[in-house]
């Protein structure tokens, strides 16, 4: 990413600034892809030894994270309407609460295959925690390269905090940590108290910072026109490159 970015310095070019941002949202895609793949594929295999382990006197790791998928989520609301949606597609069952158990003695075969369990387990979780950072990294170059192209597609974007349905393009703010959008004056608020503005409808608890905060404005493609400061990409984008680490 970084390393793209660099390339700004010497392209100043609209038309290469834009592919450029194709490009790495094709790449952050195609990251995401392969991670959704890896999950739903460690989902089914540990459905399966769900099912055949059967209940071993306690709840299992998976039984914990499917319970905590189903009710509470990861911390972002469209990564956990997609893990839900690959629990669904997996057989993994329906728990809203913690089922009381009744302890059994265990064989050593027993043991075994829980151990397996437990770390396919660990599995899901690794890969749970990267579909959320790869989605919200998709999530923030889009943005970006659709207020890139602003002028060609209009992009609407609602602020989920003040409720304002169409915030107007000068005012218009998103965030590098999680790729929301929202109006400047309520992504700067939640930001200032680590938040983003989507925890205002409990949708995302991405840790936002002020330095976090991106200006729609900043990002569009026609310089002059939009901030009259006559900026080139190569400003622009090492601004957003330095927010992303
Ligand atoms: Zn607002
Ligand atoms: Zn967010």
């Not at 770390?119 to 690794?126: D, G, Q």
């Not at 169409?166 to 790729?179: D, F, H, N, Y």
């Not at 680590?194 to 905060?213: I, K, L």
Request: proline residues 2%.
């Amino acid at each position: 990413m970084l390393k793209r970015c660099s390339h700004f310095d010497l392209e100043t070019s609209r038309e290469n600034a834009l592919f450029a941002c194709d490009a790495i949202v094709h790449e952050r895609q195609k990251q995401l892809d392969e991670c959704e793949a890896q999950l739903l594929e460690a989902l089914g295999a540990a459905v399966k030894q769900e099912k055949k382990l059967g209940h071993l006197g306690s709840e299992s790791l998976f039984m914990e994270y499917v319970r905590f998928a189903r009710n509470k989520g990861f911390g972002d609301w469209d990564a956990s309407k997609m893990v839900i949606g690959f629990l669904d597609k997996s057989g993994a069952p329906q728990v809203e609460e913690k089922p009381i158990y009744t302890p059994i003695e265990l064989t050593d075969e027993m043991k075994a295959n829980s151990w397996a369990h437990r770390e396919k387990t660990h599995e899901i979780r690794r890969l749970t925690k990267e579909l959320v950072g790869r989605l919200r990294s998709l999530r923030f170059f889009c943005a970006v390269r659709d207020l890139q192209k602003q002028k060609e597609t209009l992009v609407n974007v609602p602020c989920p905090a003040c409720k304002i349905g169409e915030v107007p393009l000068t005012e218009v703010a998103v965030l590098s940590c999680c790729g929301h959008m929202g109006c400047l004056a309520c992504v700067k608020e939640y930001a200032e108290r680590g938040e983003c503005v989507y925890s205002s409808v409990g949708r995302c608890s991405s840790v936002a910072r002020s330095t976090n905060v991106v200006r729609g404005m900043t990002l569009g493609v026609d310089d002059k026109e939009r901030d009259g400061e006559g900026r080139h990409y190569g400003v622009k984008l090492e601004k957003v490159a330095d927010l992303i680490k």
